[in-house]
């Protein structure tokens, strides 16, 4: 088990060391263009500021540029920093499991934004009609608005998909913009209230989530917490999530067996949808309203959660964990050692790139361990690339 | 005929079509098509090259913004380290645009190098390369601008004015209008899909393209290099790629805003499959998805006469917002109807998106 567990895990492991190490190159480099000269220590203070911004736990002072050692933690900063790292990990843990599930099922669900956009659009309706109910019919009422919402909109790609052989690489896409237009719309002329300097919708007062710890500790946590072994069943001990990893390995296998992998694709985008719709509910329902211009990556960065925890429940947990942390320390980052937040996303991207060069970094490191079966359903999706009709 | 034009939804048709007559005779509806479908058709190029070699890439978005971003950065340093220089007569090209120009198409290979280096030699998941190569680029280029905080611009370069007897050639006058009103990137466009059309289908290099896509065993077995083959066609594929780019930072604005490509690389994906793998049949869709994009600018800043006009200002003035957005989402729209109508019956090259082996154990 343990054994079979670090098979996996290996070489995420390792490319978020070596994505680290190229990081701080970018990072040399931009102290290059921001100061004109080479400051080598540059990286260290930069992820060290970084990780006391995700965790609160400090271990270096830097004084006149001279950088000394000095382990220190605040434990009222602690707290409060871990818990944003948290709050910043749940909406990324589902978004993950939208793209994770799908995945699973041979599809690829890159819809993410605009399933949180829609999800988080009705949760932000909905909780603004019921803002007067008592608390717990209120948040019920808007977290399932929002993730029916979600699921909505992952339903479309899914019976496009299936029903035409529409890849849903090019229409969750497309169907992405075609999200953020129409809301930015709808909010500009139909539900903006009068009032707040900028176009937004109403309160959603009682349907806010309720603060279970800290500043912001909500109750969506325990909702995508929850969700992860919730999934796993799913996934791994129900007939459903088998016809559902069928299908990923093999279409036709599971259309031989009696499987329709019609209703599965079907099923599959509209429960992805669902994942990322509930992520946008988290995000809006701690706004307390939808702002007409509301820029969310959480649904872009679900594909990097998905792939580095290779699809699996647990395997996305920690992922999430790691971007999320990297999220809630990047602010502290950019203030002490002055390097854009947007470094992380670059990280992010050169993690999975590592990951696919996955040979590379085995050849490379003498990784001995046997490859994981992982890659089949990522097939699948690049086969019914340009419209393999699902009969 | 007049009662046909008062008929309320048929009246509605009848006065559509004749302003579309009129706003491509009058307005420059059918010159901003074809600028607008520019990046969309050099992204299918793109696309096209890959795909009939049995590489699919999806990583074209990224791509074009990575290009844009150097070729706005690079034009950006050579004229200021020029100062002010007298613009040559045609399309107002500066040594800045030119090089701007280059630099764009020399990173589109760069990332394409990338691409065709996962994809072929090391036998990555095709999708995930192209995904990887979106996520770097968003990531890379929204850094870089934080970091350099570009201001100022190269400019942009000029569109040609063609001579005012040739536009207002009766029938054919819109015709001229559209190619030759054109900024030198939108009229390269027009060039490299007739010439691609006809390298891919009628010489060599062509046929041993189509063949690696469909049959890479085969073709080795001839004596094709697959993967030399797909390398070249990977790389040539990125300069399509870094023309687009340019397009958006050196020819259609003057600046780089972080995601500005907007999914023009993936409408550039449904492009390809509209027309079904040949350079002019996605050149038709990019025109056919960006044509809606056009009317929308047309109609908004040159209302149509009639009832139509009094109903599209009455929604105008009731939901601004809305009436705004629903141009705006209207190639999107269409590009999704088109590919679901279309592509069930649209066939891939049969290797596409298949890593190569040379040898197989069995």
Partial sequence: ?391 | MDFLFQLPLLGFVFQFFAYLIDAIATTNLAPQTLALATPIALGALCGVMNERSGVVNIGIEGMMLIAAFSGFMAALIVSEAMGPVEPAPIFGATPALVIGVIAAIVSGMTVSLLHAWLSVSVRANQIISGTVINIIAVGLTGYLNRLIKPTGSAGTFDSFDPPDWLVDLPVVGWLFNMFLSAGPITMSVIVFVVILQVLLFRSRWGLRTRAVGEHPRAADTVGINVFALRYRNVIIGGVFAGLAGAWLTLEYNSSFQNNMTANRGFIALAAVIFGRWTPIGAFGGALLFMFSEALGIAIRSNPPPGDLGVFLSGIQATYPSLYNNFFGALPYLLTLIVLAGVVGRSIPPAADGLPYEKERAT
């Fill in chain 1, 1 to 391: 088990m343990l054994r079979k567990a670090w098979a996996l895990a290996v070489v995420p492991l390792a490319s978020i060391v070596l994505a680290l190490l190229v990081g701080s190159i970018l990072i040399i480099a931009s102290s290059v263009i921001t100061t004109g000269s080479i400051d080598l220590m540059l990286p260290i203070v930069a992820y060290e500021s970084l990780f006391e911004g995700a965790t609160g736990i400090s271990f270096l002072t830097v004084d006149n540029g001279s950088v000394s050692f000095d382990f220190a933690i605040d434990g009222e900063r602690a707290a409060r920093n871990l818990t944003s790292t948290i709050a910043a990990t749940s909406p990324l843990i589902l978004t993950g499991l939208a793209v994770g599930v799908g995945f699973q099922a041979g599809l690829f669900n890159i819809g993410g934004t605009g399933q949180v956009l829609i999800g988080g659009f009705f949760a932000a309706l909905a909780g603004a009609a019921v803002a007067d109910l008592p608390v717990p019919i209120a948040v019920a009422v808007a977290v399932v608005a929002g993730g029916l919402g979600g699921a909505l909109y992952g339903f479309i790609p899914g019976a496009l998909k299936a029903f035409t052989g529409a890849h849903e690489v090019v229409s969750t896409i497309m169907l992405n913009s075609l999200a953020a237009f129409v809301i930015v719309g709808l909010v500009n002329d139909v539900f903006k209230i009068v009032g707040p300097s900028f176009a937004r919708t109403a309160d959603v007062g009682n349907a806010a989530l309720p603060i279970l710890f800290g500043r912001n500790g909500h109750l969506g946590i325990l909702v995508a917490l929850a969700l992860v072994p919730i999934t796993w069943f799913l996934l791994y001990k129900t007939t459903l999530g088998f016809e559902i990893r069928t299908t990923g390995a093999n279409p036709s296998a599971a259309r031989y067996a009696g499987m329709s992998p019609r209703r599965l694709i079907i099923l599959t985008m509209s429960l992805c949808g669902l994942f990322a719709g509930l992520a946008g509910t988290l995000e809006i329902l701690t706004l307390g309203y939808y702002p007409a211009v509301f820029g969310t990556t959480i649904g872009f960065a679900g594909i990097t959660v998905a792939l580095l925890g290779r699809s699996h429940p647990v395997g996305i947990l920690f992922a999430a964990l790691l971007l999320g942390a990297m999220r809630a320390g990047a602010p502290n980052m950019q203030i002490q050692a002055g390097v854009p937040v947007e470094i992380i996303d670059v990280i992010q991207g050169v993690i999975l790139l590592f990951l696919a060069a996955e040979v590379v970094v085995r050849r490379l490191l003498r990784i001995k361990t046997a490859a994981p079966g992982a890659v089949a359903e990522l097939d699948t999706v690049t086969k019914t690339y340009g419209g393999e009709r699902a009969a």
